[in-house]
Structure formats: C-alpha cells, structure tokens
C-alpha cells in the first residue's frame, strides 16, 4: 500500500510519557499494539481529510459572508477544542492528562474588519482568549475587576485584540492552561 506523504511521529519514543508506553500505556490500555503499521497511517490520512474537509467548509463561511455583503463589518473566529493524536505515536484519539502538542497547539484563525492581515501570533494563546476578546469587541468588561472568576480569582484569558488590529504580539513569556 501506498505511504502517506506526511509521515507520524514513531511510536513507543523513550522520551515520551509513560502513557505512551506499548506494554502499560495507552496502547495496552486499548489494545493497540495488535494493530498493523499501516492502521496508524489510514487512522492519519483520514484525520488529514476531515482537516482538509474543515477548510473547505470554512471557505465556504467566508464566502457566504462575503456574498451577504458582511465581510467588512464581521470579526470572525474559528479554533478546535482540542487536538487527536490521529495515529501520531500509535496513539488515536485524545486522552485525560495527556499534554503532547498534537493536542494541546489547535489551530486559530482570527480577522477584524480593517485588523491585521497575514500576522502569526508567537505569543501562547489560549481558548479562553476567543470569547475574552468577542467580549472586548462588544466594549464588556470582563477583566477581572468585577465578580471574581475562576478558581484564584480574575481571569485565565488575555484579549487578543492588539494583535488582531495592529500585528503586535502578545506576551512571549506566558503561560497558558490546558487540561486533559
């Protein structure tokens, strides 16, 4: 059969966590390890398709609003929640606790009408950001200095809103959360 271009991470890599482990980890938990190579490749390909297929539908949103006439007064926004490890590792799905990159670096994509164009953040963002902003936009308050949120008080989320007008990034010494 034939290789998909875009090869996964090898399995079972030493310095990986104990969750990858083929004889207490993930892929003994869920039988994996009895799969064929090929399995990890397909599990891979068609998680690309659905990406790709995403894409395309997101265009087509683009273009709608575009058509409406709306494109020049709309913020748009689109993310994922989360990550797969599609095949990466031998591993499918996402899993509790688990922190690998595939999961946890989802794609953003963010516009203003007369914003920043072609910016690619390096800055660590985080979900909580997208509605914080959609909030700022709207002239909310939601900076922390009203009911306390939260588990310390205050907020997790930064607003994006000065790299979304003018390209200036965020803070690169930032630390975001994510939870499995």
């Known amino acids: 059969p034939q290789r998909a271009a875009v ?20 892929p003994a938990y869920r039988n994996l390890t009895t799969l064929p190579e090929d399995a990890f490749y397909r ?3 068609a998680y690309l398709g659905m ?14 609003v575009k058509a409406a006439g709306l494109y020049d007064r709309t913020a748009v926004f689109f993310s994922s929640d989360h990550g797969d490890f599609a095949g990466d ?33 390096r800055a660590p963002v985080s979900l909580f950001d997208i509605p914080h902003t959609m909030c700022h936009l709207q002239g909310i308050n939601v900076d922390g200095d009203g ?10 989320a930064s607003s994006l809103l000065p790299t979304l007008r003018d390209g200036t990034d965020g803070d690169l010494r930032r630390v975001v959360r994510a939870e499995g």
């Open 43 to 45: 599990v891979h390909a």
């Open 89 to 121: 590792y031998h591993l499918v799905e996402k899993w509790p606790g688990a922190a690998d990159d595939v999961l946890t670096r989802v794609p953003l994509f963010a516009r203003l009408p007369n914003g920043a164009r072609n910016i690619v953040a």
């Open 7 to 26: 090869r996964p991470p090898p399995p079972f890599v030493p310095a990986k966590p104990k969750y990858h482990s083929a004889s207490v980890g993930i």
């Open 147 to 156: 009911p306390q949120l939260g588990a310390v008080g205050g907020t997790f």
């Open 51 to 64: 990406v790709s297929y995403n894409d395309y539908l997101f265009g087509e949103l683009l273009h709608g």
